[in-house]
C-alpha cells in the first residue's frame, strides 16, 4: 500500500493479537479489506471473488479491525467540528448541522464568522440535484454563500424575498440568485421589489407584478431553500431597521426574537406580528414549510437564542452556524420534539 492508503487501511501485522493469524489469514483478511474500505466493493462481491459466503467475509472484516490489520481514521477539515455538528443534528431532528470553527476572538457583539457562507455553498452543491429549484431568501449570509458557490447542477433560482433596499439591488440578494444561476447554468427568476411597502395595498399590488408574480408561481415548486435568521436588534435584523421606532416597539411587545423572511418569532418559534407579512414580499411561512429542505445559515453568539427560536417553529432543515452558538443551543433548555424532522407548528 501506498501512504496515501495507509490513511484508511493499514495492512500490516502489527501487534501480537494480529500474529496469531496465520500467513494465508493474513494476506486473505488484508485483500478483502482492501477490496471493501479502498475499491468500495460490497460484502457480496468479494465473496464470489473469493469463493465464501458473505457472512464468512463480514467475520473476517471484523477480526480484521479486532486485530489491528485495519485501522480507520475519520478526518473532516479542521474548521468544522464534527462531533458538534452530529450533537446538534440529533437534538433539533435536523437533516444537516453543519458546525464551523468561531473565531479566537470572538465576542457576544461580533456578527456571523465569515467562512459560514463558503461551507453553507458547499453544502448547497451537495443537496441541490439536476432539475431542482432553489429559493434564495435575502439575507447577508445567503449573499456571502452565492458569492462563494463555485458548483451547482442545472436548476432553476428563484429569489423569495424583495430586497432590504431597491437601491442596491445589485449587491443584494438579486445578484445572489443571479450568481447561483450563473453557476448551475439554469434559469434566474429575480424579484425587482422591496422586502418592506408602507401598507398592504401596495404590496398586494406588487405582487401581482408580471416579473414578480412569475416568481410566486415558482414558491410551490422549490426543492432546496437558503434562509438568514436575524435577532430582533439594530444591525441584525434587517426588517427590524426598516421599521419606525413606534412600529419596533409594537413588535418588541408581541415577545418578537427573532426575524426570518421578514417572518417574526417569539422565543418559542411560534410566529407572532403576523400582520407585518401583509405588507412585505416574502415567500408564506406555510409555503416555507413544504419545501422539502430549508437551509438556515446563521451564527455568532448575538444571533444563538434567534436561532434557538427558529429551529423551534418548525420552518428550518438544516443550519450552518458556529462552535460557539452549537454550544449554546446545546446547553439550553431541550427544544421539546425535534421540530425541524418533525415540521411540526409551534401554534397548532
Given amino acids: 500500500m501506498n501512504s496515501s492508503e495507509e490513511n484508511a487501511v493499514s495492512a500490516m501485522s502489527a501487534g501480537r493479537s494480529a500474529l496469531r493469524m496465520g500467513p494465508a489469514e493474513l494476506v486473505q483478511a488484508a485483500a478483502m479489506a482492501r477490496r471493501f474500505y479502498l475499491e468500495g466493493k460490497s460484502k457480496i462481491q468479494i465473496a464470489e471473488e473469493f469463493g465464501v459466503s458473505r457472512f464468512k467475509v463480514a467475520r473476517v472484516l471484523e477480526t480484521a479491525l479486532e486485530r489491528d490489520l485495519v485501522r480507520i481514521e475519520i478526518r473532516v477539515p479542521a474548521e468544522l467540528d464534527a462531533e458538534r455538528s452530529d450533537a446538534l443534528r440529533a437534538r433539533y431532528g435536523l437533516r444537516h448541522a453543519v458546525v464551523v470553527e468561531s473565531p479566537a476572538d470572538a465576542t457576544e457583539d461580533a456578527p456571523d464568522p465569515e467562512n459560514l457562507g463558503a461551507v453553507a455553498a458547499d453544502l448547497l452543491g451537495e443537496l441541490v440535484n439536476e432539475g431542482d429549484v432553489l429559493g434564495l431568501a435575502w439575507g447577508r449570509s445567503t449573499i456571502h454563500m452565492a458569492a462563494s458557490l463555485h458548483r451547482l447542477p442545472p436548476c432553476t433560482v428563484v429569489q423569495l424575498t424583495g430586497v432590504y433596499d431597491a437601491g442596491t439591488a445589485e449587491r443584494g440578494s438579486v445578484e445572489a440568485v443571479r450568481r447561483a444561476a450563473q453557476v448551475s447554468g439554469g434559469d434566474a427568476h429575480p424579484i425587482y421589489a422591496p422586502m418592506l411597502l408602507p401598507d398592504p395595498a401596495t404590496a398586494a399590488a406588487l405582487r401581482n407584478q408580471t416579473g414578480i408574480a412569475r416568481a410566486f ?4 415548486k422549490v426543492t432546496v431553500a437558503a434562509v438568514s435568521i436575524g435577532s430582533w436588534e439594530p444591525g441584525i435584523s434587517t426588517v427590524h431597521d426598516m421599521l419606525s421606532d413606534e412600529e419596533r416597539a409594537h413588535y418588541a411587545s408581541l415577545g418578537v426574537a427573532a426575524e426570518m423572511s421578514a417572518h417574526l418569532f ?11 407579512g401583509e405588507r412585505c414580499i416574502t415567500v408564506e411561512a406555510d409555503r416555507l414549510r413544504r419545501i422539502p429542505e430549508v437551509v438556515a445559515i446563521a451564527g455568532g453568539l448575538r ?14 432543515t438544516s443550519l450552518v452556524t458556529d462552535t460557539a452558538v452549537a454550544d449554546y443551543l446545546l446547553t439550553e433548555s431541550e427544544p421539546g420534539l425535534r421540530p425541524a424532522l418533525e415540521r411540526a407548528d409551534p401554534d397548532e
Wanted: charged share 30%; hydrophobic share 40%; no cysteine.
Fill in 303 to 316: 444571533k444563538a437564542s434567534a436561532i434557538g427560536a427558529v429551529l423551534r417553529s418548525g420552518l428550518v
Fill in 217 to 220: 408561481e415558482y414558491f410551490d
Fill in 266 to 276: 417569539d422565543a418559542q418559534g411560534r410566529r407572532v406580528g403576523r400582520d407585518l
